[in-house]
């Protein structure tokens, strides 16, 4: 997401720079502008170094084993060159159970942590308007 923000700033501040309209700028505009530049970000994909550690749900990008990475998302697919699976694991959250070291859970996961490794994360979508 910061990269997304980043890349706005830069491109907002380009297009203002260009057409000299500082003073012209109402804040609806600059929140349409920002919008559009958020939605055509394409998968919106961050490291997981970045992700949530509050319980917060989130969708991972996860890599392993195909029966670990399979269970989680089930529209997994084969990596080329190579016997791992790769693929979204929906509605996951950092957890720190007693007794246990703090790890990824999945929704549906039946209470076991997640074995395979994350890359990335997302933030879950908002559900549509009506």
Known sequence: MK?????IKKSW???????????????????????????????????IETAPRDGTFVDLWIVGRPDEVDFYAPLAKQM???????GRAC??????KHGHEPAWYGAGGLGHPMLSEVTH??????????
């Open 91 to 96: 509605a996951c959250q950092w957890v720190s």
């Open 13 to 47: 501040n380009a297009q203002a720079d260009a057409n000299n309209q500082w003073d012209s700028l109402s804040i609806d505009e600059m929140l349409e502008y920002a919008l559009h530049e958020m939605r055509s970000c394409g998968s919106c994909w961050n490291p």
């Open 121 to 130: 994360w997302m933030p879950i979508p908002n559900a549509p308007a009506k």
């Open 80 to 86: 080329s060159k190579s016997r791992k699976h790769h």
């Open 3 to 7: 990269k997304v923000i980043e890349r």
